[in-house]
């Protein structure tokens, strides 16, 4: 089975510009998620999404971070401007109910470093 | 969200020691206690959870204790392996719905040779 794919790997970008990242989950999967890992800290929650749909928001900055879902498959995080404090971790993961369960899998995650 | 507490922020263990790792929490709703490895480079993996309705899971060298009354559980690495050395994180899931992760703030172990 394959993992969850994201990209790039690495980006880095001067304040004020935009950047997006790619998530592609586990086939079937129907919920999708965003997290940000600042260094030394655990991942936060930014958005949470059931197939194409928004589940939950409530963390994300709307001001300069979007997300969408296409066809309940894919999903795009985008920041727009960037700020400092964006540098961090961004990691998708994905899940889908088993046996009562819901195990999160997470891709490798892209880095974002803004100068 | 509620906050999952960890500690230590760092451990250092020799080999075939025993790690511990703690984490509390307040939230009565959780109700599914995941805890999840983290190598440099890699996403976050589920490494043991257990539910609330146990006081110990045991998968080979990984054991959860959970103490419901106290709102504590914790995590034991029984003969700490050098491979072992990553960051570890303790999380805790809401009943309900939208089965959100809150993670605490990782356990960066090394086990020296």
């Known amino acids: 089975e394959a993992g969850v794919a994201q990209s790039p790997r690495y980006k880095i970008i001067e304040k004020r510009q935009s950047v997006a990242f790619w998530c592609n989950p586990i086939s079937g999967h129907a919920t999708l998620y965003w997290y940000q890992q600042i260094l030394g800290q655990g991942p936060k929650l930014l958005i949470q999404?059931?197939?194409?749909?928004?589940?939950?928001d409530s963390q994300l900055p709307k001001d300069r971070f979007s997300a969408e879902r296409l066809k309940g498959v894919d999903s795009t995080l985008k920041i727009q401007p960037a700020k400092l404090e964006d540098s961090a971790v961004y990691l998708c993961a994905s899940s889908a109910q088993t046996g009562g369960t819901y195990e999160q899998y997470f891709g490798p995650g892209t880095r974002l470093t803004v100068t | 969200q509620q906050q999952v507490k960890q500690s230590p922020q760092s451990l250092i263990v020799q080999k075939g020691g025993i790690s511990i790792i703690n984490c509390a929490y307040e939230?009565?709703?959780?109700?599914?206690f995941p805890w999840y490895q983290q190598f440099p480079g890699k996403g976050p993996a589920l490494l043991i959870a257990?539910?609330?309705?146990?006081s110990e899971k045991k998968e080979g060298r990984f054991t959860i204790s959970f103490n419901k009354s106290a709102k504590q559980f914790s995590l034991h690495i029984m003969d700490s392996q050098p491979g072992d050395s990553a960051t570890y994180f303790c999380a805790a899931e809401e009943a309900g719905s939208a089965r959100q992760l809150t993670f605490g703030s990782g356990t960066q172990l090394t086990v020296l040779p």
């Open positions: 939230n009565t709703a959780f109700d599914y």
């Open positions: 257990i539910r609330p309705d146990v």
């Open positions: 999404f059931q197939n194409n749909g928004v589940v939950d």
